[in-house]
């Protein structure tokens, strides 16, 4: 089974025409309740939190502080399609519920004890997302984790939880238990 937790409504129906699932929360690091999130009109992933002092990632302003300046400085590569991206005015900014994995399976699969899988793609704030969950008792064997600068402090984190980086593809890291 395959639970999947997006809170872009845009991905949201997409897959639930498609017949899956969707649990619509922002997994974080904490039960912070509801945040603000800025989507962009095309579905594609710069859309995120907007966490207050949080200056490790792209600000949140994507209709005037991300271009392909800024984005240089933010691990995006030269050949970034801009195409694709949000022009100047087009994102717009929705309300979601941010809690942890953990509560989120507590409410929704209070049955699921060890999971095979966690994918975790969040622009920037995936150690925010590992701080809620709980290794010791999910136990994935695989975790997938976007690692766009190859953050040391990913690693140091995961390697305290018992895992190590198995192999590095494109800009995601594939974590396994040592």
Same mark, same amino acid.
Not at 112 to 137: M, P, R, T
């Given at each position: 089974?395959?639970?999947?937790?997006?809170?872009?409504?845009?991905?949201?129906?997409?897959?639930?025409?498609?017949?899956?699932?969707?649990?619509?929360?922002?997994?974080?690091?904490?039960?912070?309740?509801?945040?603000?999130?800025?989507?962009?009109?095309?579905?594609?992933?710069?859309s995120?939190?907007?966490?207050?002092?949080? =200056?490790?990632? %792209? *600000?949140?302003?994507?209709?005037? @502080? +991300?271009?392909? &300046?800024?984005? /240089? #400085?933010?691990?995006?590569?030269?050949?970034?399609?801009?195409?694709?991206?949000?022009?100047?005015?087009?994102?717009?900014?929705?309300?979601?519920e941010?809690?942890?994995?953990?509560?989120?399976?507590?409410?929704?699969?209070?049955?699921?004890? =060890?999971?095979? %899988? *966690?994918?975790?793609?969040?622009? @920037? +704030?995936?150690? &925010?997302?590992? /701080? #809620?969950?709980?290794?010791?008792?999910?136990?994935?064997?695989?975790?997938i984790?976007?690692?766009i600068?190859?953050?040391?402090?990913?690693?140091?984190?995961?390697?305290?939880?018992?895992?190590?980086?198995d192999?590095?593809?494109?800009?995601?890291?594939?974590?396994?238990?040592?």
């Open positions: 089974e395959i639970i999947s937790i997006e809170p872009n409504p845009v991905f949201c129906k997409e897959y639930e025409a498609l017949g899956y699932n969707i649990l619509r929360y922002a997994c974080y690091s904490s039960d912070a309740g509801e945040m603000d999130f800025v989507v962009t009109p095309n579905g594609i992933s710069a995120m939190l907007v966490v207050k002092g949080m =200056e490790s990632v %792209v *600000i949140p302003d994507l209709n005037n @502080g +991300f271009n392909a &300046d800024t984005a /240089k #400085g933010n691990g995006l590569s030269e050949t970034f399609d801009w195409e694709f991206f949000p022009k100047n005015g087009s994102t717009k900014t929705i309300k979601v941010a809690l942890t994995l953990d509560t989120i399976l507590k409410r929704h699969h209070p049955e699921v004890g =060890e999971v095979d %899988v *966690i994918i975790v793609d969040v622009e @920037g +704030f995936e150690l &925010d997302v590992f /701080k #809620g969950i709980s290794f010791g008792k999910l136990k994935p064997k695989l975790l984790a976007e690692n600068r190859s953050r040391p402090e990913h690693y140091d984190y995961m390697l305290k939880q018992g895992y190590k980086v192999q590095r593809i494109d800009i995601n890291d594939f974590y396994i238990m040592k």
